[in-house]
């Protein structure tokens, strides 16, 4: 399973991205899809997840500014996270990862900067 980031760039505080993720295969539905982030020094953290059914989870610390949602057309194997209010904080390589069943992939990540 190949997992393709894009996206990201640099951006005001307050301002909005939407990143995409790619991800190849034929059961792209039965994938769990999540977004990560890492800051400089920092470990790699959990961003939101989106759950085969519809159910998704967040980071507190993101909820009501970020969404995860994955393309109503399945045959584009695409989820994306929509992204408000942007904080300096928010600063991070944010990182896509497929999982299906005890497998993992994780695509190369997409810078994001929040900056004046």
């Known amino acids: 399973v190949q997992v393709v980031e894009s996206g990201g760039g640099l951006v005001q505080p307050g301002g909005s991205l939407r990143l995409s993720c790619v991800a190849s295969g034929r059961i792209f539905s039965m994938y769990t899809m999540g977004w990560y982030r890492q800051a400089p020094g920092k470990q790699r953290e959990l961003v939101a997840i989106s759950i085969p059914g519809g159910r998704t989870n967040y980071d507190d610390s993101v909820k009501g500014r970020i969404t995860i949602f994955r393309d109503r057309d399945i045959r584009k194997n695409t989820v994306y996270l929509q992204m408000n209010s942007l904080e300096p904080e928010d600063t991070a390589v944010y990182y896509c990862?497929?999982?299906?069943?005890?497998?993992?992939?994780w695509g190369q990540g997409t810078q994001v900067t929040v900056s004046s």
């Open positions: 990862k497929a999982k299906f069943r005890d497998y993992n992939f």
